[in-house]
């Protein structure tokens, strides 16, 4: 089968079609032949230095497709069904391919009202701020969140995530996206070119930071007492813990995992019509190199996506 490897970590040019070994599925598994997979930041920072593994892996997390064989023990799917995921982030999982498997349990039914396109689009950035807003904060009706880049690949889901969950949402975007994030839901947009976040945003309870750098200490200036700053920029951020448990704040490092109960949530809400994903460009397997130089640019307004059957 098709897949895209490469040799060396690099830039977009060093990925490349190669052909490999279709997979098997194995106990509790299935196989999946990929409709589409969602091209995400963490793909770029694995190509370029080996990300979370320090070695060179197949890459690709989400996907979206059909299942064509199922391993032994596996009872949630049969051959057929349509699904969506991330498989086994923190691992790597391949899903750049025209087949992957994946654990039963790291998926979820495509909603029907999605294409594979959108669903493969949907998989890592919903589930992470789904992780970061439901799991981690604890979202509340009435609370204030404030969520940065909210025109990205995360950002976007999360002002919907957090809409859902009945917040009030302060997002900070380019001036061109504006109409875009409160489209989504935003109650506030403050345009980060020219405003200053910190004085523009007070008595926030949740922060979603998906920039880093110096994001995280000063978001901790805009949280009320017991507020949390949840960072999915770089483990780095870590350290911010230490910075805000002596003010009476909190915060935390956050690296999505894979799980079947967030999936199921995220389907359900896209189902429902409270959850869209907005794609920015789509292009065929062969074209990763050029998806991801468009993702490097750190420009795109949601997700990049590679179709893998037309």
Do not use: C
């Not at 299942?67 to 999982?93: K, N, Q, S």
């Not at 483990?235 to 009476?248: D, I, N, S």
């Not at 956050?254 to 019509?273: F, K, T």
Request: aromatic share 4%; proline share 5%; net charge negative.
């Amino acid at each position: 089968m098709r897949a895209i490897g490469q040799d060396t970590f690099g830039g977009p040019e060093v990925l490349r079609v190669i052909e490999v070994d279709k997979p098997t599925a194995g106990p509790a598994e299935v196989l999946i032949r990929v409709h589409a997979a969602g091209v995400n930041p963490t793909d770029s920072w694995h190509r370029s230095s080996g990300g979370l593994f320090g070695a060179i892996t197949p890459l690709g997390w989400d996907v979206s497709g059909v299942v064509e064989a199922v391993g032994v023990g596996v009872t949630r799917f049969a051959p057929g069904d349509e699904v969506f995921g991330m498989p086994r982030l923190p691992r790597a999982a391949g899903t750049y391919a025209e087949y992957v498997t994946s654990p039963a349990r790291h998926l979820a039914h495509k909603p029907a009202n999605l294409t594979h396109v959108e669903a493969a689009a949907l998989s890592l950035v919903a589930l992470t701020a789904w992780q970061a807003l439901v799991d981690t904060a604890d979202v509340q009706p009435g609370q204030r969140v404030l969520i940065h880049a909210a025109a990205g690949g995360v950002g976007h889901v999360a002002v919907q995530i957090a809409k859902a969950r009945g917040a009030y949402v302060i997002a900070t975007a380019r001036a061109d996206n504006h109409d875009f994030v409160r489209d989504l839901g935003a109650d506030e947009v403050i345009d980060y070119t020219t405003t200053d976040f910190v004085e523009a945003a007070r008595d926030i309870d949740v922060v979603v930071d998906t920039v880093g750098g110096e994001y995280g200490p000063r978001s901790l200036r805009t949280l009320r007492p017991g507020g949390i700053v949840v960072s999915l920029a770089s483990p780095a951020e870590a350290a911010l813990v230490e910075v805000a448990r002596p003010l009476g704040l909190r915060a935390g490092f956050m690296i999505v995992e894979a799980d079947s109960a967030g999936m199921s949530a995220v389907a359900d809400l896209a189902e429902a019509g409270a959850l869209r994903v907005e794609v920015d460009t789509v292009l065929p397997l062969e074209l990763a190199s050029k998806a991801h130089e468009i993702s490097d640019n750190q420009r795109t307004r949601g997700k990049i996506v590679l179709s893998v059957v037309e």
